[in-house]
Every structure is written in structure tokens, then in C-alpha cells.
């Protein structure tokens, strides 16, 4: 079983930054691609930024394109998100997830196995 928690959210003002992390335990990390999705409320979970096993490959969506980055610590177990320049239409709950996707990468919820339990992301203008 592969467990994910997350932390580093908070309330910051627009323009500002935040890290947000997500410590993995269970099976081996570095077997996973890992995800962040978010979801604002009354919406649905939307993916942000994903990346490979090895940290080879990222991939973003357009609104976190040039804003946000999505790494891995293969060897402390945990993937990041940094963010800058933060915007109130980034206000959400973000979650970490995991999926046995080989060197592949998904944007869809479908094909990740694994997911935390979320922090919540308040941006005020």
C-alpha cells in the first residue's frame, strides 16, 4: 500500500509563493509517476503538473506552465510543487497522486492508483 501526505499549503497573497510537498511511503517511489491535481470548490479535480519515475519528464497544465515546477526526491521519498506568482484563481484544495505509470505520463485522474489527502491553497487578491 503507498501512502501520500501532503503539506505546505496556507493563505498568501497574490504574487506570492508557496511549496507544497508530498511525503510517499510503501512501495518504491522512484517505480511511480507522481501528480498534483487540484480542486476548487464546486469543481472538479483538474491535473496541474506531473513527472516520471526518474524525474526525466515533467509535463503542466497551461495555467501552471511558467509558474509552477513539479520535482522529485527519489531519495527522501517526496515530489514537490513550487509556486510563484500565485493567483487568486489558484485558490484549491491540492492533491498528490501516484500511479504505476511506467516512464509514462497522464494528466487524467484515471491512472493514478494512490492519493493523498490534500492541502488547501488560498490565494487572496
Known amino acids: 500500500q503507498v501512502q501520500l501526505v501532503e503539506s505546505g499549503g496556507g493563505l498568501v497573497q497574490a504574487g506570492g509563493s508557496l511549496r507544497l510537498s508530498c511525503a510517499v511511503s510503501?512501495?518504491?517511489?522512484?517505480?511511480?509517476?507522481m501528480a498534483w491535481f487540484r480542486q476548487a470548490p464546486g469543481k472538479d479535480r483538474i491535473f496541474v503538473a506531473t513527472?516520471?519515475?526518474?524525474?526525466?519528464?515533467?509535463y503542466y497544465a497551461d495555467s501552471a506552465k511558467g509558474r509552477f515546477t513539479i520535482s522529485r526526491d527519489n531519495l527522501e521519498n517526496t515530489v514537490y510543487l513550487q509556486m510563484i506568482s500565485l493567483r487568486p484563481e489558484d485558490t484549491a484544495v491540492y492533491f498528490c497522486?501516484?500511479?504505476?505509470?511506467?516512464?509514462?505520463?497522464?494528466?487524467?485522474?484515471?491512472?493514478?492508483?494512490?492519493w493523498g489527502q490534500g492541502t488547501q491553497v488560498t490565494v487572496s487578491s
Open positions: 497522486a501516484a500511479g504505476p505509470l511506467g516512464t509514462g505520463i497522464s494528466s487524467s485522474t484515471k491512472l493514478y492508483n494512490y
Open positions: 510503501g512501495r518504491t517511489f522512484s517505480g511511480y509517476t
Open positions: 513527472i516520471t519515475g526518474s524525474g526525466g519528464r515533467t
